[in-house]
């Protein structure tokens, strides 16, 4: 959520933490600051953007070798200059930027509060910050030792970069739930909450496991865990590149990375699917292959858009692995004493690989002794590392807060999986798993079809992009898709909209129509197709505004429907891929025609890390 940067080395700091900044903007947020240290620290922080931010420095001291900056996303205390991070300590002696949530800071505050500690901000930071201090001063500790005994008194999550005044030229950096990653460098590191302000300078890196510090200084990176053990740095290469966090040409990265869709599908099943249609491989499942097969339950646990793709895997698992599925909240699971057995099987899906509930309810799911796959797109991610297996969907990084291609290649993985079991369970016979294959394969192509419609789209977008209300439905498997277009209409242009079953309309629902109501519907030629019609009939005779996506050369509902939006025919299995593109567009121009902030949509961020 919030963005972490921080760089210690030769090179002036400056730069790098505003540059570092701007790569970070898309996780969301509401103030940025940066401290840079040059034998006295200067902290430049306010609300509002990172221009502000370098509008506010003109003309003041940015020199230094040893900075941090960062983007904050409130959790504690409304956006304002002083709640803005970096915070330093009531006697100055230290300067903290921190993503998470210190949950006991109330408790913490009256304590310190008692000794004579003031606040000058409403965060749960700044009394960190005291604490360190506090401890640093009364014991006459170095300031590592100080970090560790104020962190084992930390209830919540943290990633946190700190800085001593006396300590020059040293950074320390820990992480418990919230992710931080180290670039290494020649004689100089970088610090940040992921790799994209890291890439351009270094292909090297580390990620902070929980619990661990990091102390940081040009000449070395020292680890140790909070109960002083040390440790070996693991420094891996990344393939990340600078042309994964440009625009290449388009308006917004949204609209980029829905035009990467057949290029990220391709992708996530590149060297996974034979060609001819004979086999799939996924090798990142081959160890825990046995535990699939006899699996007698599958859980899978999500959040946001990776909540609507597992219910997708829910219709696929059932229908082709003939396994029973659960789809749950992350952020429920973990509180409702779920009942979990050993021969269960639960599927976690995260984009960033860092989501806060779906991490929680992974560690419920181990102390059961459950088998736990993860499905994300961030390799090194927390996610991966705490899973006994899983699968990456290659889907490259995504900068845009409102998940498209991270969506598509979720279902790719899911489908492949519901595929794999399917033939190795003997539940898909051979000709069906084949002609699955061919369909996937076909998949991109067939996007590249509807992306060429996108002017048309736009014209249907035109149409309601002052409605204040709208619902989207559909059956079976795209009745996820409804939900996840209703999603993506009000992430990005804050019209209010939900998502049905197109059968509970009349449970309800369809009490809100009238010729002011616009109604989606995703009524693609499949074993549901004549029920949608009934429905869509039920949404006109109230004199409702119906947009229906439709396999190409229909002419039932075409009669029917105010507007028409086609897709390529396509397997039923196949077909939300398909479906979900022109609700990604209409919602993508629905909210540029508003003069929304497509990217960065209010009161949002990309990678979840409190709960």
Not at 54 to 62: F, R, S
Request: with cysteine.
């Amino acid at each position: 959520m919030c963005g972490i940067v921080a760089y210690v080395g030769d090179r002036t700091a400056f730069p790098i933490l505003i540059k570092g900044l701007q790569r970070l903007e898309y996780r969301g947020y509401d103030s940025a600051g940066i401290a840079l240290h040059n034998g006295t620290s200067h902290v430049y922080k306010c609300k509002g953007k990172v221009k502000d931010l370098e509008n506010l420095v003109k003309d003041k001291d940015i020199s230094g070798t040893v900075g941090m900056g960062h983007t904050r996303w409130a959790t504690h205390g409304e956006p304002s200059d002083r709640n803005a991070h970096p915070h330093q300590s009531m006697k100055g002696k230290f300067s903290v930027v921190h993503n998470g949530i210190i949950e006991n800071y109330t408790h913490l505050k009256k304590e310190l509060s008692n000794r004579g500690y003031s606040f000058e901000s409403d965060t749960d930071t700044e009394v960190l910050a005291n604490l360190i201090e506090n401890i640093y001063l009364e014991q006459n500790i170095s300031a590592e030792l100080a970090v560790r005994l104020a962190l084992s008194r930390v209830v919540g999550a943290y990633g946190l970069v700190i800085y001593c005044e006396d300590e020059p030229g040293q950074l320390i950096a820990a992480r418990k739930g919230s992710p931080l990653v180290i670039g290494v460098g020649n004689q100089e590191y970088f610090l940040a909450s992921d790799a994209t302000p890291i890439i351009e300078y270094t292909d090297q890196v580390m990620y902070l496991n929980d619990e661990e510090v990091a102390i940081i200084t040009r000449e070395k990176l020292e680890l140790k865990s909070l109960s002083n053990d040390n440790l070996t740095p693991d420094v891996k290469k990344i393939t990340l590149s600078i042309d994964h966090i440009d625009k290449n040409g388009y308006e917004h990265f949204m609209l980029k990375e829905i035009h990467e869709q057949p290029a990220t599908i391709t992708d996530t099943f590149r060297g996974r699917v034979a060609m001819d249609g004979s086999k799939i491989f996924l090798g990142g499942v081959l160890d825990v292959m046995p535990k699939l097969i006899n699996a007698k339950r599958i859980i899978i646990v999500a959040c946001g858009t990776s909540w609507h793709a597992g219910l997708v895997g829910e219709y696929l698992f059932e229908k082709y692995a003939r396994i029973p599925v659960e789809v749950e909240y992350g952020s429920e699971f973990r509180y409702r004493h779920p009942i979990i057995f050993e021969d269960d099987l639960v599927i976690a899906i995260s984009q960033s690989g860092e989501t806060a509930d779906t991490l929680a309810a992974i560690r419920k799911v181990k102390e059961a002794g459950a088998t736990v796959l993860g499905i994300c797109n961030v390799a090194g991610s927390t996610i991966s590392r705490e899973t006994d297996a899983g699968v990456y969907t290659h889907a490259g990084i995504e900068i845009g807060v409102a998940s498209t291609k991270a969506f598509t290649s979720q279902i790719t993985v899911l489908l492949m999986m519901a595929m794999l079991l399917g033939s190795k369970r003997k539940t898909l016979p051979q000709a069906e798993y084949s002609t699955l294959i061919h369909e996937l394969i076909s998949v991109p192509e067939k996007i590249e079809e509807i992306l060429k419609e996108e002017e048309k789209i736009k014209k249907i977008a035109s149409v309601y992009k002052d409605v204040s209300n709208a619902l989207y439905m559909g059956r079976g498997l795209l009745y996820p898709v409804a939900l996840e277009g209703a999603l993506k209409l009000k992430e990005i242009s804050y019209i209010h909209a939900e998502g049905y079953p197109a059968a509970e309309m009349k449970h309800g629902p369809i009490a809100l129509i009238d010729e002011n109501m616009p109604v989606f519907a995703l009524a693609a030629n499949d074993t549901s197709y004549e029920k949608m019609i009934s429905n869509i009939q039920e949404v006109k005779a109230r004199k409702g505004k119906v947009v229906a996506i439709v396999t190409r050369g229909d002419k039932s509902i075409r009669k029917m429907a105010d507007h028409v939006i086609e897709i390529p025919e396509c397997h039923e299995a196949v077909s939300p891929l398909l479906a979900v593109i022109p609700l990604q567009i209409l919602s993508y121009h629905i909210a540029v025609m508003r003069g929304c902030n497509v990217d960065q949509p209010r009161n949002l961020a990309k990678s979840v890390t409190v709960e």
